[in-house]
């Protein structure tokens, strides 16, 4: 076998395990992980348990990929808003509004994170995994303030890891308030965070 052959079925291989992923992903955050077995998503996805094992040894390894596959999808997720804002209220404007929308369109997987974060600290196999996802976050967070900082001609108050405890922790409650179905939750955590942000810069 030659190496282009080598590299397809590597690339095949890859591929049919980002769509086991992304079909366990979606199972993971309706059932959580605790009620989540191979059998479940295998039975919520076009492939059998047996294909499922083929491509993943367990439930744990499968997991660890959901988790990357995460961490691929929401760690630049307010770039854009950082980019683009030339004032601290546009700033602001478009970092809420891409918070409330994925708190609003995508509750699930908001709460499949949490468990999963959760869920490290009795799975060690899942501990290096959740640490780098958290790590991205906080330096997404913190892009925001640092921009939000400069725009406002001033500095950040506290360190990074304290606004992305303070912000996680407020998306955190809301996400509570939204999949309990609470319909104020999004505005909620707009009002919460426009009065935060002002107190971590300085």
């Known amino acids: 076998m030659g190496p282009a052959v080598e590299g397809r079925a590597v690339d095949k291989v890859a591929q049919r395990r980002s769509e086991l992923a992304t079909a366990a992903l979606e199972t993971l955050a309706e059932l959580g992980y605790a009620r989540t077995g191979l059998r479940d998503i295998a039975a919520r996805s076009e492939y059998s348990h047996g294909v499922l094992h083929y491509y993943f040894r367990d439930k744990v390894e499968l997991i660890t990929h959901c988790v990357r ?3 691929a999808r929401c760690a630049t997720r307010y770039d ?3 980019a683009t804002a030339t004032t601290a ?3 602001v404007a478009g970092f809420l509004r891409e918070q409330t929308a994925t708190l609003t369109g995508e509750p699930q ?4 994170w949490y468990d999963l974060r959760n869920q490290s600290m009795f799975e060690p196999a899942f501990r290096a995994d959740v640490a780098e996802i958290d790590l991205l976050l906080e330096r997404m967070v913190g892009r925001v303030v640092s921009r939000y900082a400069e725009l406002s001609g001033a500095r950040p108050r506290v360190p990074p890891t304290v606004f992305y405890a303070v912000l996680d922790g407020l998306f955190q409650q809301a996400l509570l308030r939204q999949l309990a179905g609470d319909p104020e939750a999004a505005s909620s955590l707009r009002e919460a965070v426009q009065e935060v ?3 971590l810069v300085h």
Do not use: F, G, S
């Open 69 to 71: 596959e995460y961490k």
């Open 80 to 82: 854009e808003a950082v």
């Open 89 to 91: 209220e546009e700033l």
């Open 109 to 112: 997987m908001h709460r499949l």
């Open 197 to 199: 942000l002002p107190r």
